[in-house]
Every structure is written in C-alpha cells, then in structure tokens.
C-alpha cells in the first residue's frame, strides 16, 4: 500500500479514535490528554486538550504538578518514539489542513506568495508557535489568568461549531465569542492559503513536539551523498522545509512526502 | 553513534517510567477527566446556554434530591454555586456571588455557609469542579437541565406546592448570565438578588406545609 494512503488511513481512524465521547454512543470519556490538538468541548471528544491541563496547572500563580507534567509526558513518550509524526499521522486538525493543502499549493504560483514563503524573515516567524506556547498558554495564565483557549481557533471549530450545530437555537454567544469567530476566520483564511500553515506558525502542541525530532527513534533520513538536489522533496514538503539540508528538522513532521517523491530513494525513515 | 542511542533510550524508560507511575500513583487521572474532560466551561465554549428561569420540580432523570441539599432546605432556599478553574465566566460571577451574599471565600477552596439575605436565611454551597468531593460533583447532573455538565452553573432550591404536596422546587441558570442580558456586574447582581428573593417568597409561602428531614 502506498505510504500517503496509509497515512490517510491512520488520520482518519485517529480522528475517530478521537471522537469515541459523544453522549452514550459510545459515550466513552477518558481521563487522558490528547497528544495532538484536539478540544474536550467537541460533543463527541474523548480526552482532554493538552493545552488546557497545562493552562489549568499554572492558573492564576498557582502550580499543579500533576496537570502540567501528565500532557508533557503523554506528548514525551510519543515524542521519543516518533518526533512530529503525530502532527502529520494523528492530527484531526492536521488531517483537515491536508485536506485544504491542495487549493493552498494553487496560491503557490500567484508571485507575492512565491515570495512570502522565500521571504528570509519567513524561518524566524516559524517561531511564533514557541512564543504562543510560552506567552499565551503558560504566562498569560499564570500571571493574569487569560487563557489561550478562550480564544482558540481549533475550540471553536471542534467545540463552538458542532455544540452549535447540534443543539440549533440553545446557545447564544457569549462577550468571547465575536474575537473567537474573527481568529477563527483567520485560521481558516490561513490554512486555505498556506499550505499546513497553522501547524508551520502557531500551533502550540507543535511547538511541544517539534524539540522531540531532535533525539526521536523514527526520523527522516537524506542520503546527502549521492543527492542530485532536484528539489523536487523540497517542493512536495507540506512544511517547506529545505529537505536536502534538514537534519532532525524540529519542522518536519514525518509524512513522507518527500520519502514518496524522491526520485532516487535516498530519502528514508530510519528508526534510531 | 552509540552514546545517542542511550540518551534516546533513557529518555524514553525516564518519561515512560514518569508516565507509568504518574497513572500508577497519583489521581491525576481522574482529576484531567472530571475536571476538565467532563466539564464544559462555557468560557471556552464562546456560548452560554439560552435557558428559561422557571422554578420545576422535575430532576433530571427524576433523580432524587441529594442529601445535602434536603439537609440544608431546613434552614432555607439553597444556593448551589458550581465552578472551576481557569474559567473565566467563573471568575466574572464569583465577585457577583461574593457581593450577593456578602461573604468571602477562596475560590478553589470547598465553601459552605448559611448566609443572610434580606433577613431570610439562605444556605450557600459553593463547589469548585476541580477540588470538590463526589457527592458534590455528581448533584451537578441532578440539577442540570441542558445536560452538558457546563460551568459557572447556579442552582436555587426551595419549595413548592404539587398536587396537595409541598416539594423542593429548583431552577437553574448558566455562565455569566448573558442569556439573560445581563452585560455588568451590577445587572449580575439586581439580576440573582431578584431570583433569590423570589425563592425566599416560595419557601416563606410553602414551608409550613413542608416535612423537613
């Protein structure tokens, strides 16, 4: 079986996986962290976001230990063993953004895009996602007690959306609501016009996986050596990342596109 | 070569072994599931439920009244104050609460007393979802007409008359009051000073016919 449609068979029974809570059928909520971002508000969720029990640790001064080290360890363990692979093999919201991939690869030929992405800021804006981690999960929290998901584009499209949807004319909007819906917009503008750009720039659980690349057992290797540098593994990179040159890229995420794409076969997995 | 793959081999027996005694020995567990993946906050949600304030005698399930509650309706209407943390619509209510009953207590703390409302006593319960006990956790369900579990969530007790039967009669309304157009504190405030007050006049109304436990 080809390698892309293994991995849509692994997103699509994650997603499920992910959405075994809806009420009684089979109604199963677990006292688990997602280790992917995911909102517990969704009707049907069956874990917690990871963000929100990091969020709850460090609410207001105050520090739970067990809250802040049992997402950290749950992303840890998959983290060791396969890096990012979560993002580009479990992520629902990873799955959807693969879904919008294809109209964002047709913005790749309108010249202002072309020249965004080559843009040599462009690598240190990948940052943002860091500083989102740190400044509006733990800080923010902490210190004032504004929280990240309040706000959060993936909570209103996995929570607000289907609660809404499901239970028409129950809900009114709250004073969050109207930020909420404009960050969402733009989430979703975002993700129709870069390709896998939420996870590139601003998502936070990526932020927690990416280091994990860096000592993970499964990673992407690229025999250097005999490399022809077409290219063409850059160009297929959903995360656009310099292929031929990455080594343990805190970026990549492990679909094998380029492993896929490589008219040679010197790009593999390796396992330690 | 080698010394990498140790370090990935200790990394991964350190956070497993973490992880394994993380499940093994403490509640955590159980406190990421009823704290956080049972409970809605309506803050994160962005929506508050559009519910009616009508006083019904009808439990969810038809469930009975827990203990507690019919222990404390000797005294008076009861106020059951469900809450958690990093909520904000919490947050928002809990000084409205405070000015309320002019009381003060630690948000995270369990709280109970019986308060003084217009010369009519009034037991208050607050319970924080994130360090409460069981018996307090599961009447949420019991009084929660939406289903949802969601939180901040306000229960009145107090009495009513049925069918030649007096019984406790209870409404429930949700997050910042917003359903409610409530925008202020202030409107918070006139807005549950005027609920509790019509709670008062039920009880004063039914509670003679009442057989208390």
Redesign the interface.
């Known amino acids: 079986m080809k390698l892309q449609i293994k991995r849509l068979i692994s997103q699509i029974i994650l997603f499920f996986s992910a959405n075994l ?1 809806y ?1 009684k059928y089979p109604g199963l ?5 997602y280790p992917f971002f995911y ?3 969704c009707p049907a ?5 990871p963000l ?2 990091l ?2 640790s460090v ?1 207001k001064g ?1 520090f739970t230990w ?2 802040f ?2 997402p950290l ?2 992303i ?2 998959l983290g ?2 396969t890096g990012r692979a979560v993002c580009g093999w479990a992520c629902p919201i990873g799955l959807l953004q693969r879904g919008t991939s294809h109209v964002a690869r047709r913005f790749k030929k309108y010249p202002i895009v072309r020249k965004l992405g080559t843009y040599k800021g462009e690598k240190y804006f990948r940052y943002t996602k860091y500083f989102l981690l740190i400044g509006f999960v733990f800080v923010t ?1 902490y210190l004032i ?3 990240f ?2 706000l ?1 584009p993936v ?2 499209l996995t ?2 959306i289907p ?2 949807i499901l239970n028409p ?9 109207p930020v ?1 819906l404009v960050i969402f917009v733009l989430f979703f503008v975002l993700i129709f016009v870069i390709e896998r750009g939420w996870c590139r720039y601003f998502c936070p659980v990526g932020a927690l996986l990416g280091p994990f690349n860096k ?3 499964l990673h992407i290797s690229v025999n250097t050596n005999n490399c022809t540098h077409c290219n063409v593994c850059s160009y297929v990179c959903p995360m656009a990342i310099d292929v031929p040159n990455m080594h343990r890229d805190p970026e990549c995420i492990l679909c094998g596109k380029c492993v896929t794409a490589c008219p040679n076969g010197l790009i593999t997995y390796e396992r ?1 | 070569m080698k010394k ?2 140790v ?2 081999v200790c ?2 027996v350190l ?2 072994s ?2 394994g005694g ?1 499940f093994a020995f ?13 409970v ?11 519910t009616a304030v009508t006083f019904t005698f009808d439990t969810t399930n038809n469930q009975p009244h827990p203990g507690f509650v019919l222990e404390n309706l000797s005294h008076g209407p009861v106020f059951l104050h469900y809450s958690g ?2 909520c ?2 919490c ?1 928002t209510m809990y000084p409205v609460i405070k000015d309320l009953f002019s009381i003060n207590f630690g948000k ?1 703390d369990m709280f109970h007393a019986l308060v003084t409302f217009n010369n009519f006593t009034v037991a208050y319960i607050y319970v924080n979802v ?1 360090s409460t006990i069981d018996e307090l956790r599961d009447a949420q369900s019991i009084y929660d007409q ?2 949802f579990g969601s939180i901040p969530m306000f229960t009145i007790v107090t009495l009513g008359y049925d069918n030649g039967k007096v019984k406790p009669k209870y409404t429930t309304i949700y ?2 009051l ?2 409610f157009g409530c ?1 202020t504190d202030a409107q918070r405030l006139v807005f549950l000073q005027q609920l509790v007050q019509e709670s008062i006049q039920m009880y004063q109304e039914n509670e003679a016919g009442y057989h208390h436990l």
Request: hydrophobic share 40%; charged share 15%; proline share 3%.
């Open positions: 809570g009420s909520k677990t006292g688990f962290c909102c517990q508000a969720a069956t874990s917690a976001c929100r029990s969020e709850q609410d105050s067990r809250l080290l049992f360890l749950i840890g363990f060791v063993l929290s007690g504004f929280i998901t309040d959060c909570g209103f929570g607000t609660i809404l004319g129950m809900f009114i909007p709250n004073y969050f609501f909420a000592i993970s057992f330690r | 990498f793959v370090l990935q990394m991964l956070v497993s973490l992880l993380m403490t509640p955590v567990y159980n406190e990421v599931r009823s704290g956080i993946v049972l809605l906050c309506l803050s994160c949600l962005k929506l508050e439920p559009k943390n990093s904000a619509g947050d995270q994130d939406t289903q997050g910042t917003t359903a925008n």
